[in-house]
């Protein structure tokens, strides 16, 4: 399955196996999309704080998360309000 997400305002996608998607937390699927992020942008260094958006998981909106970097590379999600 395909995650589409948005991380500090840049776009990016990755895969994960569709049983492993339908068994974790949204806050789960934001962490590894902040991962995921930074990898991806290897020349650049983790914010302490990454505000994840994701925006079609399965066609659903799993909404924002801002992810905390306390120790480089974890991230710890908790959800945002929208409004």
Same mark, same amino acid.
């Given at each position: 399955?395909? #995650?589409?997400?948005?991380?500090? =305002?840049?776009? !990016?996608?990755?895969?994960?196996?569709?049983?492993? /998607?339908?068994? $974790? *937390?949204?806050? +789960? #699927? =934001?962490?590894?999309?902040?991962? +995921?992020?930074? *990898?991806?942008?290897? +020349?650049?260094?983790?914010?302490?704080?990454?505000? /994840?958006?994701?925006?079609?998981?399965? !066609? *659903? +909106?799993? @909404? #924002? &998360?801002?992810? *905390? $970097?306390?120790?480089?590379?974890? &991230?710890?999600?908790?959800? #945002? %309000? %929208? @409004?």
């Amino acid at each position: 399955m395909t #995650l589409h997400y948005c991380a500090n =305002a840049l776009i !990016g996608t990755f895969c994960l196996p569709t049983r492993y /998607v339908e068994s $974790c *937390r949204a806050e +789960d #699927l =934001a962490e590894l999309a902040a991962a +995921d992020h930074w *990898r991806t942008h290897p +020349d650049s260094r983790p914010t302490f704080i990454t505000v /994840v958006h994701l925006h079609n998981v399965e !066609g *659903r +909106d799993l @909404g #924002l &998360f801002e992810l *905390r $970097c306390e120790r480089k590379p974890v &991230f710890t999600a908790s959800p #945002l %309000q %929208q @409004g």
